[in-house]
């Protein structure tokens, strides 16, 4: 007799979505589910920002406690929440065929986002320095919640439009007409991708998630966690990556900013067909930490513990 995989995700729209796509999947392969739904400390705390609270990994910690209590065998994660450490006997277990990358900006229908004086909101640190850096007359507040919350806080604002991930939105059909791609903001690492981890002494349920398993998703999305890890050191920071196929080579481009916007250390390499990707992102880097990164991320690390 099969054993029902307890599917542990958030409990909003999106999350929930994500978990019911997992759960198909599964079940279509003839795995019996169920769903766990619980609510994270990110989703209680909607007031203060996400790097202000300090805490990495802060959507994903309380699937963690339910995965290492036994309360749920797998969980499923937007990958790009997901800390590139993750906590001992938890393994990942499969990335799923990534959807769009892209970054996209919800506006109200005018070109006032194009003045000296527009503000922009968003949660992210990535999408405000790099607003900041190409838009530097502009203000950036910060923006909270899941995408619902978010979409009605800025029909409810004189804000001139608000940072969103296009994957989210279109997941759960609420991309909005008055939107644009913003096509020159590297995305988060992982942006898009779905990720499931399970129990390293759950070999049950690893067979059944390595066959959602999408090869490409994987490596491209384990290129950028690398940058990540390799840059942050544990320090939340304005990093965006993005590794891509075209003709059978895999081609990188990771961005480091400062807080306001103002210094940027920009990288693109390629890496051709057959050559070993296990430590591109580790190389690349350590590119940008040599060329000034080291002491800008020294500088990130002091603006925020002020």
Avoid at 189 to 207: F, H, I, K, R
Avoid at 230 to 245: D, N
Avoid at 258 to 287: M, P, Q, W
């Amino acid at each position: 007799m099969k054993k029902t995989i307890r599917i542990g995700t958030r409990d909003s729209e999106l999350a929930l979505w994500q978990a019911h796509t997992v759960e198909r999947k599964l079940n279509h392969l003839g795995y019996p589910t169920k769903i766990v739904a619980v609510k994270s400390t990110g989703d209680l705390i909607l007031d203060v920002p996400l790097y202000e609270l300090g805490i990495t990994g802060i959507f994903t910690k309380t699937l963690d406690v339910a995965m290492l209590k036994g309360e749920v065998d797998i969980a499923v994660h937007s990958m790009k929440d997901v800390p590139t450490a993750l906590p001992k006997g938890i393994v990942q277990a499969a990335v799923l065929e990534r959807a769009d990358v892209n970054d996209i900006l919800v506006h109200k229908g005018n070109d006032n986002f194009f003045t000296d004086t527009a503000t922009i909101a968003t949660g992210s640190l990535r999408r405000q320095a790099q607003w900041l850096n190409r838009y530097p007359n502009h203000t950036v507040v910060d923006l909270r919640g899941n995408v619902n919350t978010r979409l009605k806080k800025l029909s409810e604002n004189e804000w001139e439009g608000a940072v969103f991930a296009a994957a989210g939105l279109e997941r759960i059909n609420l991309l909005p007409e008055n939107h644009m791609v913003l096509d020159w903001m590297i995305p988060a690492p992982a942006q898009g991708a779905m990720v499931v981890v399970a129990m390293e002494n759950d070999l049950y349920s690893q067979t059944a998630l390595a066959q959602l398993n999408h090869k490409p998703s994987e490596i491209a999305t384990h290129i950028e966690r690398q940058f990540l890890k390799k840059l942050e050191g544990g320090c939340t920071a304005p990093i965006g990556a993005l590794a891509a196929y075209f003709d059978n080579e895999i081609r990188f481009e990771g961005v480091l900013l400062s807080i306001d916007g103002t210094e940027r250390l920009h990288i693109e390499k390629v890496l051709h067909a057959g050559e070993d990707y296990s430590n591109f992102g580790s190389e690349c880097a350590e590119e940008i930490l040599k060329n000034g990164g080291a002491e800008l991320m020294e500088k990130i690390r002091a603006e925020l513990k002020k």
